[in-house]
């Protein structure tokens, strides 16, 4: 079967950096990514890692080990705009991304 | 970036009417469009993935019968929601993507209510 974990809340103050984590078990894997989405509102991607390491884009960053089926999305100088949930996805090996349960993210001034 | 509609936004119906939803890509080509379901506070659950041309490819669980999928063009998917029951209310969600690329584009979603 396929299945993602990650945590359900995570509160932070702004300014803060705060790492939501994912481990993931998929038959065939091709890659994380990882989604945002305000209340309401589509998901927006962020970032996708295929080979192990860290991906930063601007205030975000990304970090995949394969080896150890797990993720993790990291957010710098927190912002209040920031508040929303964010989705670990897999591309599995049939070309269709599984979405995790999501983490809401709660950040306070 | 690549942007995706959808239409309606939003939608209520009675019990037992069909729905019509449709997913456009609108400045590129959409070789597989995605449909997606999330109740409130829950993941997208993915219900059938469409290639154009061809037929959808369901996910376990999902009524072909119920949720009638059609990808006409590189730039189309539709999604009908037949015989709607309150239980169907929800937020669905396309998404496309191009080529094999990794980046699904999402549309903004239709909030789907069925009295």
């Known amino acids: 079967g396929q299945s993602l974990e990650q945590p359900s809340e995570v509160t932070a103050v702004e300014g803060a950096i705060v790492q939501i984590n994912c481990t993931y078990q998929?038959?065939?894997?091709?890659?994380l990514s990882w989604y945002q989405q305000h209340d309401g509102g589509a998901p927006t991607f962020l970032s996708y890692?295929?080979?192990?390491g860290l991906e930063e884009t601007g205030r975000f960053s990304s970090f995949l080990s394969r080896s150890d089926s797990y993720g993790y999305l990291l957010l710098q100088e927190l912002q209040m705009k920031d508040s929303a949930s964010y989705f670990c996805?897999?591309?599995?090996?049939?070309?269709?991304?599984?979405f995790g349960a999501g983490t809401r993210l709660f950040v306070k001034a | 970036g690549a942007v995706v509609s959808q239409h309606p936004s939003r939608v209520i119906c009675k019990s037992g009417t069909s729905v019509k939803i449709e997913c456009r890509s609108l400045?590129?080509?959409?070789?597989?469009m995605f449909w997606y379901r999330q109740f409130p506070k829950q993941s997208l659950m993915l219900m059938a993935t469409?290639?154009?041309?061809?037929?959808?490819?369901?996910e376990q669980g999902v009524e072909k019968d119920k949720f009638l999928i059609n990808h006409a063009s590189l730039t189309l998917s539709t999604l009908t929601v037949t015989s709607a029951h309150p239980e169907d209310s929800s937020f669905y969600i396309c998404?496309?993507?191009?080529?094999?690329?990794?980046?699904?584009?999402f549309g903004p979603g239709t909030r789907l209510l069925v009295l």
């Open positions: 998404s496309a993507r191009q080529g094999r690329g990794e980046t699904q584009y």
């Open positions: 998929t038959s065939g894997f091709y890659g």
């Open positions: 890692n295929a080979l192990d």
């Open positions: 996805a897999v591309r599995d090996r049939g070309f269709k991304t599984i």
């Open positions: 400045d590129f080509q959409a070789t597989t």
């Open positions: 469409s290639n154009e041309g061809s037929k959808a490819t369901y």
